[in-house]
């Protein structure tokens, strides 16, 4: 069961999803991937709530929760940001971030 | 007791009538703006002779001395409870005078413009800014306060400006405006400051107190002193640098000679009749505080004035610009009454310099302000203002002849016109008083005489007929002003002046001591007649005798060279010692200073401005950084 497995393994696996997503989000030049390395992000933290929630506190439920909260407003931000992205492909004939310096200084 | 507070409408007529014309003159016909003008001037006069004939034929003295009655009075600003400054109109005999004096003239030359502006580009806004000065100069007459009297000093030196200027397009106008302005203004400074030291120390600026037989507010005053003399005699002194501003005193003279670029009509009501004595009108007001609390100031204003009288004299004998001789004559006639004052003493028989000064003041306006606007008349016949471009008129505007001929007799000095009356009350104070003061009086008289036959003889004898266009007289709007003033200098040395207007209100008798008439009618006389055999026809002997007094003859032409003098002080001296050095200071020091630091903003700013790239990977990626530098810090710093 999932008791037999030790923490530290769910936290390694988080660490690890959590510094991908960020070198994902610094170094990717699509706003697509960038997108997905922010929800690499999101969900290496929910897997923390969850595990936190599991071993800490077995008879509670804050943690779930706040794992549902996460994955509801990470979706509302993907609808958001890929209705942007559809308007700047229009404006820009790409989706890249390099190109995209309208606002600069 | 009659109610005079009716009087502020004396002066408030002229300024609606100044807001009506600035503000809409432009749209109105030119006749109209000068009708309109014209006509609030003469409702103005004639409040002004009814206070005249209410003051002093209906009024009942006391103690048989006229005395001053504050008709209205308003206040204005207040310091304190004691000390503060009103506005209102005070009649006492100088001040009724001065009423008449330039309501008179001002309508005259209201009148005289309308024909001699006529097509002037700038007609609507002549008649306005004359509404203007005759407002300030009429504000200041009636001053209550000594604020006043210096807010209207400032109001006429503004309007002085405004007409001086009035060909704005041409340089020497300009110029002239502002040297008018600068110097004028110079000498207010003065006054202020003399206000505010004598105000500082006595508490007030009320005339009725300041000019109190009470000498008590002066006593704090006495103990002050600085430089070796009271703080009083300073205070009187810098009051006196005010009134030789404006009445042009050696050495603030310069500037009326120049002024005389504006129209004809202002230099008659402004530089002749009016704004030119508003210093001796200072004096005059102040007289009782000069004569009792610094009489080593009243000394000294008989000096200057005697001496102004006599280089103006001498200045005018060899100018050809006909405004600039009746310039100089001016400043002369102005000496007269400010050596007159200086020469004053108090009450009674005493006070005769007093009355001769404010009865020369009346006279002169008449005859002067004739003089002006026959020049005037000249000048519009035969657009020149060079004397070696005229003569031989006589033939051509007999009018002006006649009236211009009744004027030169009555400065002259020659009776019985009016100016032989006034002029020989003042010899009469000079003689009892200063001897040296005296003979150049006489001089000047001589010298009067000389210079105004010769400006005579020149523009109506002789035998020049060569005119581009035959010279005609001028039309009955600039002649009909020229009779009446004529009339008026002929009539006006019957006034009994010293039952009116005396040093403390009382009447007395005043004499005519044959003594003093007789030499200073010869030397009129002879004046006259020396300039008759010098000019009635063309010769060579001036010009002879100009070549034989060589170098004195040019530094008279070219009045001493003080224009240069000045223009030496201030552009050699002033301008390189002191101006310049500070705008190098101003230039380098305080702007390099400020431009230092926003030169340093600027360059920091473009160093830097990388930082905000807008790259929003870069920013994630400062921002991740630090957070792992901090982790890694705290980790090793607290585990």
């Known amino acids: 069961m999932i008791q037999d497995i030790p923490i530290q393994y769910f936290l390694i696996v988080s660490t690890i999803m959590f510094f991908v997503g960020i070198c994902g989000f610094l170094i990717r030049h699509n706003l697509i991937t960038i997108l997905m390395s922010i929800e690499l992000i999101l969900n290496s933290v929910n897997i923390n709530f969850l595990v936190f929630n599991k071993y800490l506190f077995p008879n509670q439920l804050q943690g779930n929760f706040f794992v549902l909260i996460v994955v509801a407003i990470a979706a509302a931000e993907a609808s958001i940001a890929i209705a942007l992205f559809i308007n700047m492909y229009r404006m820009y004939n790409n989706i890249d971030v390099e190109n995209i310096s309208e606002m600069k200084y | 007791m009659i109610d005079y507070t009716y009087t502020i409408w004396i002066v408030l007529i002229p300024l609606i009538m100044f807001v009506i014309l600035g503000l809409f003159g432009s749209k109105m016909k030119p006749n109209l703006a000068g009708i309109l003008g014209s006509a609030g001037l003469f409702t ?10 209410f003051y002093f034929f209906k009024a009942e003295p006391i103690n048989g001395a006229f005395t001053s009655i504050t008709a209205y009075n308003v206040e204005w600003l207040k310091f304190s409870d004691s000390l503060s400054i009103h506005l209102g109109v005070l009649l006492d005999p100088i001040s009724v005078m001065m009423l008449v004096v330039i309501t008179t003239i001002s309508l005259m030359v209201h009148i005289y413009s309308i024909g001699y502006m006529k097509g002037d580009s700038g007609f609507q806004r002549f008649f306005a800014f004359l509404s203007l000065f005759t407002f300030s100069m009429l504000g200041l007459v009636v001053s209550t306060d000594i604020i006043q009297m210096y807010i209207g000093f400032e109001m006429v030196g503004l309007s002085s400006y405004l007409l001086i200027g009035h060909y704005y397009e041409k340089p020497s106008a300009v ?28 508490g007030t600026f009320d005339f009725n107190v300041l000019t109190n037989n009470d000498a008590s507010v002066y006593t704090s005053m006495g103990h002050a ?22 009445s042009a005193m050696f050495p603030l003279h310069i500037w009326l000679p120049d002024a005389m670029e504006g129209p004809t009509p202002v230099s008659a009501l402004i530089h002749a009749a009016t704004m030119v004595v508003a210093g001796v009108y200072l004096v005059a007001r102040m007289f009782i505080v000069y004569h009792f609390q610094a009489p080593g100031t009243l000394e000294f204003i008989a000096y200057v004035g005697a001496f102004t009288s006599l280089f103006a004299a001498i200045i005018a004998i060899t100018q050809y610009d006909i405004k600039r001789i009746l310039a100089f004559s001016t400043l002369s006639q102005i000496g007269y009454m400010m050596l007159a004052l200086g020469v004053s003493g108090y009450g009674g028989e005493g006070g005769v310099g007093y009355m001769a000064s404010m009865f020369h003041l009346f006279t002169h306006a008449m005859f002067k302000g004739l003089l002006f606007l026959g020049a005037g008349s000249i000048i519009h016949a035969i657009h020149s203002n060079d004397l070696r471009d005229m003569g031989n008129l006589r033939k051509y505007m007999p009018i002006t002849f006649i009236t211009f001929a009744i004027a030169v007799l009555s400065i002259s000095g020659i009776p019985p016109f009016s100016g032989f009356w006034s002029k020989d009350e003042i010899l009469a104070a000079a003689f009892e008083h200063n001897k040296l003061i005296y003979f150049s009086s006489v001089l000047v008289a001589g010298l009067t005489a000389f210079y105004m036959s010769r400006l005579f003889f020149t523009v109506f004898y002789g035998k020049k007929t060569d005119y581009k266009h035959e010279p005609h007289e001028s039309s009955l709007l600039m002649t009909i002003p020229l009779m009446i003033l004529a009339f008026a200098a002929t009539f006006a040395g019957f006034i009994p002046f010293s039952s009116f207007v005396t040093s403390d209100g009382k009447a007395f008798e005043s004499s005519l001591s044959l003594s003093i008439a007789i030499p200073s009618v010869i030397i009129a006389l002879s004046g006259i007649v020396l300039a008759f055999l010098l000019y009635h026809k063309k010769s060579d002997v001036p010009d002879k005798i100009t070549v034989s007094l060589g170098f004195l003859y040019r530094a008279t032409l070219n009045k001493f060279y003080f224009d240069e003098i000045y223009l030496f002080v201030t552009r050699k001296i002033i301008f390189n010692l002191i101006s310049r050095p500070i705008a190098w200071f101003d230039k380098h020091i305080i702007d390099g200073s400020m431009d230092g630091i926003a030169w340093i903003i600027e360059t920091t700013s473009i160093k830097i401005k990388g930082l905000q790239s807008g790259q929003l990977q870069q920013y994630a990626f400062v921002f991740v950084s630090g957070t792992i530098i901090l982790v890694l810090f705290f980790a090793y710093w607290f585990i």
């Open chain 2, 175 to 202: 110029a002239a405006s502002n040297k008018a302005f600068i110097v004028t203004r110079f000498a207010d400074f003065g006054f202020l400051i003399g206000i505010l030291l004598v105000s500082f120390y006595t």
């Open chain 2, 44 to 53: 103005t006069t004639i409040l002004s002779y009814l206070t005249a004939y």
């Open chain 2, 225 to 246: 002193s600085f430089l070796g003399m009271s703080a009083l005699t300073w205070g009187m002194f810098l009051i006196f640098i005010g009134g030789a501003g404006k």
